[in-house]
Protein backbone atom coordinates (compact mmCIF):
# COMPACT_ATOMS: atom_id res chain seq x y z
CA UNK A 1 0.00 0.00 0.00
CA UNK A 2 1.20 3.30 -0.62
CA UNK A 3 1.64 6.17 2.00
CA UNK A 4 -0.64 8.93 2.30
CA UNK A 5 0.89 12.32 1.71
CA UNK A 6 2.56 14.61 4.70
CA UNK A 7 0.68 17.58 5.60
CA UNK A 8 3.93 19.03 4.57
CA UNK A 9 3.87 18.02 1.24
CA UNK A 10 -0.14 18.36 1.41
CA UNK A 11 0.94 22.36 2.01
CA UNK A 12 3.81 22.39 -0.86
CA UNK A 13 1.16 21.15 -3.44
CA UNK A 14 -1.24 23.55 -2.23
CA UNK A 15 1.49 26.52 -2.70
CA UNK A 16 2.41 25.03 -6.21
CA UNK A 17 -1.33 25.20 -7.69
CA UNK A 18 -1.97 28.62 -5.83
CA UNK A 19 1.34 30.34 -7.78
CA UNK A 20 0.17 28.74 -11.10
CA UNK A 21 -3.39 29.56 -10.80
CA UNK A 22 -2.22 33.19 -9.32
CA UNK A 23 0.25 33.42 -12.66
CA UNK A 24 -2.45 32.53 -15.10
CA UNK A 25 -4.95 35.30 -13.60
CA UNK A 26 -2.28 37.85 -13.69
CA UNK A 27 -1.14 37.21 -17.38
CA UNK A 28 -4.76 37.32 -17.59
CA UNK A 29 -5.36 40.52 -16.13
CA UNK A 30 -2.13 42.12 -18.04
CA UNK A 31 -3.57 40.71 -20.99
CA UNK A 32 -6.73 42.40 -20.34
CA UNK A 33 -4.86 45.98 -19.27
CA UNK A 34 -2.37 45.67 -22.82
CA UNK A 35 -6.07 45.36 -24.83
CA UNK A 36 -7.82 48.00 -23.34
CA UNK A 37 -4.54 50.10 -23.34
CA UNK A 38 -4.58 49.58 -27.21
CA UNK A 39 -7.82 50.77 -27.26
CA UNK A 40 -7.67 53.95 -25.56
CA UNK A 41 -4.60 55.07 -27.83
CA UNK A 42 -6.85 54.12 -31.09
CA UNK A 43 -9.48 56.03 -29.73
CA UNK A 44 -7.15 59.18 -28.95
CA UNK A 45 -5.27 58.86 -32.23
CA UNK A 46 -8.97 58.61 -34.13
CA UNK A 47 -10.03 61.97 -31.59
CA UNK A 48 -6.74 63.65 -32.97
CA UNK A 49 -7.20 62.43 -36.90
CA UNK A 50 -11.05 63.67 -36.76
CA UNK A 51 -11.47 67.13 -39.19
CA UNK A 52 -12.44 70.16 -37.20
CA UNK A 53 -16.25 70.79 -37.41
CA UNK A 54 -17.68 72.86 -40.32
CA UNK A 55 -18.49 76.16 -39.63
CA UNK A 56 -21.37 76.25 -41.33
CA UNK A 57 -24.50 73.66 -41.87
CA UNK A 58 -27.98 73.46 -44.06
CA UNK A 59 -29.86 71.11 -42.11
CA UNK A 60 -32.44 69.40 -44.72
CA UNK A 61 -35.87 68.20 -44.72
CA UNK A 62 -36.92 64.49 -44.24
CA UNK A 63 -37.44 64.33 -47.49
CA UNK A 64 -33.90 66.26 -48.45
CA UNK A 65 -35.23 68.18 -50.96
CA UNK A 66 -35.82 71.23 -49.55
CA UNK A 67 -33.58 73.22 -46.88
CA UNK A 68 -34.81 73.79 -43.32
CA UNK A 69 -32.66 75.86 -41.54
CA UNK A 70 -29.03 77.50 -41.23
CA UNK A 71 -26.84 76.58 -38.66
CA UNK A 72 -23.54 77.53 -36.97
CA UNK A 73 -21.05 74.16 -37.20
CA UNK A 74 -21.52 73.52 -33.60
CA UNK A 75 -24.65 74.02 -32.77
CA UNK A 76 -26.55 71.14 -30.83
CA UNK A 77 -30.15 71.19 -32.56
CA UNK A 78 -28.02 70.59 -36.05
CA UNK A 79 -26.12 67.68 -34.59
CA UNK A 80 -29.09 66.94 -32.61
CA UNK A 81 -31.30 66.65 -35.90
CA UNK A 82 -28.66 64.36 -38.47
CA UNK A 83 -29.87 65.81 -41.36
CA UNK A 84 -27.72 68.35 -41.94
CA UNK A 85 -24.33 69.27 -44.64
CA UNK A 86 -21.64 71.35 -44.00
CA UNK A 87 -21.56 74.41 -46.14
CA UNK A 88 -19.28 77.44 -46.81
CA UNK A 89 -19.62 80.93 -45.06
CA UNK A 90 -20.81 82.43 -48.78
CA UNK A 91 -23.31 79.45 -49.27
CA UNK A 92 -25.07 79.97 -45.60
CA UNK A 93 -24.91 83.92 -46.33
CA UNK A 94 -26.94 83.04 -49.24
CA UNK A 95 -29.26 80.68 -47.88
CA UNK A 96 -30.39 83.08 -45.49
CA UNK A 97 -30.91 85.83 -48.22
CA UNK A 98 -33.03 83.06 -50.06
CA UNK A 99 -35.45 83.10 -47.20
CA UNK A 100 -34.24 80.05 -45.60
CA UNK A 101 -34.59 80.43 -41.30
CA UNK A 102 -31.61 80.35 -38.95
CA UNK A 103 -31.95 78.28 -36.73
CA UNK A 104 -33.41 79.95 -33.06
CA UNK A 105 -30.86 77.81 -31.03
CA UNK A 106 -27.30 79.27 -32.54
CA UNK A 107 -28.14 82.25 -34.54
CA UNK A 108 -25.95 82.16 -37.50
CA UNK A 109 -27.34 85.09 -38.80
CA UNK A 110 -26.22 86.90 -36.09
CA UNK A 111 -22.69 85.14 -37.01
CA UNK A 112 -22.56 85.92 -40.10
CA UNK A 113 -23.60 89.84 -39.81
CA UNK A 114 -26.33 89.30 -41.64
CA UNK A 115 -29.20 91.68 -41.09
CA UNK A 116 -32.70 91.79 -43.08
Known sequence: MSEE????ELL???RRVFVQQ???????I???IAAEERR???RHLGEARQPP?????????LNRDNVDAVHTGNCWAAAKSGRCTPVSREQALDALRQQIPPCTFCRPDTALGFLD
Not at 22 to 28: I, V, Y
Not at 53 to 59: E, F, V
Open 30 to 32: DRW
Open 12 to 14: RFA
Open 22 to 28: ATAGLAQ
Open 53 to 61: PPDWLLQHG
Open 5 to 8: PSRL
Open 40 to 42: EAE
